[in-house]
């Protein structure tokens, strides 16, 4: 039971399953029932995977038929392919020029600060010159020594002007302020100042200590200034009368000013801190969470060897910041940051990124469209070749694919086109066979029908065999008492003792007897079917003596005679005799059968090796019941005394004798056609 519904739900794909469990317990021994069960379990569940993975082709086929397609499955691992190539190498190369931007970026920093720090030394080297050149003039040293506040000013403030000095300062031994000239950076005039104190200012200090290290004996450092900000001054010994020193003379550079022409060179903001990493200038203005975010503690001041570089929010932008310790004459006199915004980065890194994106983008877009014409060129003509299979399967034998390529996609259109000339030359062969074999069937039931016409005629010569045998018999007895009584009929007539009434009964005798003899004569004739004796003739000849022998009876019997007969001679070997008898006999019929007049008509026609002669009425006709037996002797359909009914059977002897036939076609109502049909060459035998 469980089998049977079982076969009915799933159709097909089961029937392996139940052959399976029809045989495996019959060879494994074990219970029918269970092995069926654990089968029919298992192979329902793999039906239903297959099932749904059907569905699932089918849905795909449904939505998607060309991804489905050829052109689907050549398309898309490229396409996936190529989108995954272009994002691997945006990514990648987006990486190389962001780390590149970034490296650029930072390079720049450095050379910033290296810029700066070359200024720096360009402007210190500006001060020992203009160092010189001061403490060697005329009086200057003295003036110092003296502490004379107004000689120094006037000695030393045109050359502060002629050289773009900014800070000119003198300090005594003692290490006191003996006179500051400042350019006014607003005017540009020297003003005098006083009130700085440079007692603790290294520079000063390592002067007045008559330091010397390995450059020499002169120094440098920062130094704010009140109202006028830092700058940055170098210092050297003023000597008299050889080598007695009498003070220091300083010249300075405002750090504001210097900080504006690196900013200008390095494009990006300088700021300077001191030894301790507090922030002494910069170019940047004050932030709201102030300076100090951008200052050092005093251990990275102290230790920065090698450039640090640092990033800090300013007026709510990310900087990127690095700091270069800050040299001078081999001594560190504090430090020097270049600060840069991050989103120069940013944005340059956004623009690689956009402008690679785009490439790329431009790119996979070509590889794409290269790929679809690519799959599209190899595609086509393949869907083309299919649907011209498709039109030669359903009947279209005149497809050509017409294609001429070097490839293999070429090599199958031609086999293909080679295949359909193949099959369109079967399909006209089996044609011709077709027609063939129909034409040897109707040959084949041509032959049949005169196979069975020959049978036909066979059974009726047997026919006459028989009768003309059993008829000779009875001729020869009869003929002889006939001859008797006619003999003696006439002998007695001849007798005058006979009364007259009596001789009319003996002419009665002997007419009647003189009939049954001819009767007899007749039946005789058919029974000898004697062989004819065969003379070469024109036929026409036996048709006209047949015509005129029956020339009275048609009088007789109203009938137009019409004849068809050629002018030329047309010779045939034959009995002449038997032959006019065969065709007497015909008009005689057809005169019978058009009791009330008629047409005759008498043709004869060559045809090949054969003459036709017919002999058509417009009579009665014979209906089709009797068509078959008007050959057969003694059938008639005449009265006792009219017909014997040996007419056609023993005409039907003589045309065979000829080796000849005779045919008869009749449409009751309309009339009958008889035809004698002989061979033009016969043996002679006459
Ligand atoms: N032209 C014809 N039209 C109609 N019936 C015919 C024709 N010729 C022959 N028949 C039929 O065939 C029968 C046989 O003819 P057949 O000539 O052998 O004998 P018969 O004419 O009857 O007698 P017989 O010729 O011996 O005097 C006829 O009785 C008649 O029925
Ligand atoms: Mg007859």
Not at 255 to 270: E, F, P, T
Not at 332 to 349: C, D, K, M, N, T
Not at 424 to 435: F, G, I, P, Q
Not at 559 to 584: A, K, S
Request: net charge negative; hydrophobic share 40%.
């Amino acid at each position: 039971m469980i089998r049977l519904g079982w076969i009915r739900r799933h159709g097909n794909s089961v029937d392996e399953g139940v052959d399976r469990a029809d045989r495996t317990p019959a060879a494994s021994g074990s219970r029918p029932g269970e092995e069926l069960i654990s089968v029919t379990s298992k192979a329902t569940g793999d039906a239903a995977t297959r099932s749904r993975l059907t569905d699932l082709r089918q849905a795909l086929r449904r939505f998607a038929p060309r991804l489905a397609g050829l052109q689907g499955r050549l398309i898309l691992p490229y396409v996936i392919l190529t989108m995954l190539i272009a994002m691997v190498g945006t990514y990648v190369i987006t990486r190389l020029v962001t780390s590149s931007v970034r490296e650029r970026f930072t390079n720049q920093l450095y050379e910033a600060s290296r810029v700066a720090a070359d200024e720096l030394v360009r402007r210190e080297r500006s001060h020992l010159a203009n160092l010189r050149l001061m403490s060697f003039t005329e009086g200057v040293a003295q003036a110092l020594e003296a502490g004379d506040r107004t000689v120094l000013t006037a000695l030393l403030t045109p050359l502060a002007l002629n050289y773009e000095v900014a800070a000119v300062s003198a300090v005594d031994l003692d290490g006191r302020e003996v006179l500051t000239l400042l350019r006014d950076p607003d005017t540009g005039q020297m003003q005098a100042l006083q009130g700085s104190d440079f007692s603790d200012f290294a520079p000063v200090v390592n002067v007045l200590q008559e330091r010397v290290d390995e450059l020499g004996d002169k120094y440098s450092g920062m130094m704010p200034i009140t109202n006028y900000g830092a700058y940055m001054f170098t210092s050297a010994p003023v000597h008299v009368s050889g080598d007695r020193l009498v003070g220091v003379l300083m010249v300075g550079s405002r750090l504001q000013d210097l900080l504006v022409g690196m900013k200008a060179q390095a494009l990006g903001d300088m700021l300077v801190l001191d030894e301790s990493g507090k922030l002494m200038v910069s170019t940047l203005v004050e932030p709201e969470e102030g300076f100090a975010i951008l200052e050092l503690t005093p251990e990275e001041a102290s230790s920065l060897t090698v450039p640090l570089s640092r990033e800090v929010t300013l007026y709510g932008r990310r900087f990127q910041v690095v700091y270069t310790p800050m040299l001078l004459r081999r001594q560190q006199i504090g430090e020097l940051g270049v600060a840069l915004p991050s989103s120069y980065v940013v944005s340059a890194e956004a623009t690689s990124r956009n402008t690679f994106a785009w490439l790329f983008s431009a790119g996979t877009g070509v590889v794409i469209a290269l790929g679809y014409w690519l799959a599209q060129s190899i595609a086509r003509p393949i869907m083309r070749l299919r649907d011209m299979s498709q039109a030669v399967a359903s009947g279209d034998l005149e497809q050509a694919s017409g294609m001429e390529r070097p490839d293999e996609i070429g090599e199958l259109a031609s086999a293909f086109d080679t295949m359909t000339l193949k099959l369109r030359e079967r399909t006209a062969e089996a044609a011709r066979l077709y027609d063939e074999t129909v034409k040897r069937n109707r040959e084949l039931a041509e032959i049949n029908q005169r196979l069975q016409e020959t049978q036909q005629q066979l059974i009726q010569s047997e026919k006459l065999a028989a009768v003309g045998q059993l008829t000779a018999g009875i001729v020869h007895d009869v003929k002889n008492p006939l001859a008797v009584i006619k003999g003696l009929a006439e002998e007695l007539k001849e007798e005058p003792s006979i009364p007259v009434e009596a001789r009319v009964h003996l002419d009665s005798i002997r007419a009647n007897a003189g009939r049954a003899s001819a009767i007899v004569t007749d039946l005789l004739t058919f029974a000898r079917q004697s062989t004819p004796a065969m003379v070469q003739r024109d036929i026409c000849e036996a048709v006209r003596a047949s015509l005129r022998l029956t020339e009275y009876l048609t009088r007789k019997g109203k009938v137009t005679v019409v004849t068809d007969l050629p002018d030329t001679t047309v010779l045939v070997t034959y009995d002449p005799q038997q032959i006019e008898q065969v065709l007497i006999n015909l008009i005689n019929n057809a005169v019978q059968a058009m009791p009330d007049g008629g047409t005759l008509r008498v043709t004869l026609r060559q045809a090949g090796e054969a003459v036709a002669i017919a002999i058509q009425d417009t009579g009665n006709g014979i209906p089709p019941e009797n068509l078959s037996r008007v050959f057969d002797p003694f059938f008639t359909t005449k009265k006792e005394a009219e017909g014997t009914g040996l007419g056609l059977s023993v005409s039907y002897g003589i045309v065979t004798h000829h080796h000849g036939r005779l045919d008869v076609e009749s449409q009751v109502g309309q009339g009958s056609t008889f035809t004698v049909l002989l061979p033009v060459e016969q043996e002679s035998t006459g």
